[in-house]
T-cell receptor
Framework: SQKIEQNSEALNIQEGKTATLTCNYT??????LQWYRQDPGRGPVFLLLIRENEKEKRKERLKVTFDTTLKQSLFHITASQPADSATYLCALTDTGFQKLVFGTGTRLLVSP | NAGVTQTPKFQVLKTGQSMTLQCAQD?????MSWYRQDPGMGLRLIHYSVGAGITDQGEVPNGYNVSRSTTEDFPLRLLSAAPSQTSVYFC???????????FGEGSRLTVL
């Protein structure tokens, strides 16, 4: 069955550093990969979508890579800020977007 | 600008009771879905709908019913609640042509 793995341990970094979160998947060939942010007690919020034929996507301080050979996506936040502290979820879907499959998320803590 | 609205935010049920979680969106999105989120399990798709009158099962549909009589509303029904259905439930919607999901704030359900 499809499996999406994100580091369950929290990632602690200092303000100003680059945070890098990893999403690995198995038994799946997704057409799209998405990243969401979730704050405690809130619903997830969409951040970025990358297609299988795209290697990299950027949005302001965010950068996502998608390596379909390694079956891995990396999510980078440059010049991180305490306000970036949250749980980040990766999600995979096929071309029809019918069923979005989520990873368990990685908690990011940015200290001043 | 309401987006996706879920009610109630909190609910406590006894085993065997029934209830309906309400979800409404005002963005004219064709696609609506229900997820449950449990610690260590991530978000799991329960049911989804691509338009009024059309529903389909997700990964964990057992014990839940849905219907879609209007574009705006997508209620989730628990006919006979079980402790295993204790979870946080999220409703999400999107345009059929895009992948970005818009989530509600969640409904926390406890079944005793």
């Amino acid at each position: 069955s499809q499996k999406i793995e994100q580091n369950s341990e929290a990632l602690n970094i200092q303000e100003g550093k680059t945070a890098t979160l990893t999403c690995n998947y198995t038994n799946y060939s997704p057409a799209y990969l998405q990243w969401y942010r979730q704050d405690p007690g809130r619903g997830p919020v969409f951040l970025l979508l990358i297609r299988e034929n795209e290697k990299e996507k950027r949005k302001e301080r965010l950068k996502v890579t998608f390596d379909t050979t390694l079956k891995q996506s990396l999510f980078h936040i440059t010049a991180s800020q305490p306000a970036d502290s949250a749980t980040y979820l990766c999600a995979l879907t096929d071309t029809g977007f019918q069923k979005l499959v989520f990873g368990t998320g990685t908690r990011l803590l940015v200290s001043p | 600008n309401a987006g996706v609205t879920q009610t109630p935010k909190f609910q406590v049920l006894k085993t065997g009771q029934s209830m309906t979680l309400q979800c409404a969106q005002d963005m004219n999105h064709e696609y609506m879905s229900w997820y449950r989120q449990d610690p260590g399990m991530g978000l799991r798709l329960i049911h989804y709908s691509v338009g009024a009158g059309i529903t389909d099962q997700g990964e964990v549909p057992n014990g839940y019913n849905v219907s879609r009589s209007t574009t705006e509303d997508f209620p989730l029904r628990l006919l006979s609640a079980a402790p295993s259905q204790t979870s946080v439930y999220f409703c999400a919607s999107r345009l059929v042509s895009t992948g970005e999901l818009f989530f509600g704030e969640g409904s926390r359900l406890t079944v005793l």
